[in-house]
Nanobody
Framework: QVRLVESGGGLVQAGGSLRLSCAAAGSIFSINGMGWYRQAPGKQRELVAVMSSAGSTIYADSVKGRFTVSRDNAKNLLYLQMNNLNAEDTAVYYC?????????WGQGTQVTVSS
């Protein structure tokens, strides 16, 4: 059993910053990758940033240069630093772990950017 809990969302003005955290608990093993996805109202869930077990990263074009994904392996924490936020970043952000080919998701944290 794996549990992922996101935190750090909230309301921020355009141009501001937020840092999301994802705490993983339970049986963590055979990690293929981890990352962040988001879903805006009326839209499909989309990739924001992912990191492989080796540490390589992939970012959505819309967040490149503004968002940074990082992790603390010792504490089983995953972060998403979000800078220069804009209204298009408003969404529910989900933490994802892929382990042994299976996806695990957190409950999501709301990020709202006011323009």
């Amino acid at each position: 059993q794996v549990r992922l809990v996101e935190s750090g969302g909230g309301l921020v003005q355009a141009g501001g910053s937020l840092r999301l955290s994802c705490a993983a608990a339970g049986s963590i093993f055979s990690i293929n990758g981890m990352g962040w996805y988001r879903q805006a109202p009326g839209k499909q869930r989309e990739l924001v940033a992912v990191m492989s077990s080796a540490g390589s990263t992939i970012y959505a074009d819309s967040v490149k240069g503004r968002f940074t994904v990082s992790r603390d392996n010792a504490k089983n924490l995953l972060y998403l630093q979000m800078n220069n936020l804009n209204a298009e970043d408003t969404a529910v952000y989900y933490c994802n772990y892929r382990m042994a080919g299976k996806d695990y998701w957190g409950q999501g944290t709301q990020v709202t950017v006011s323009s």
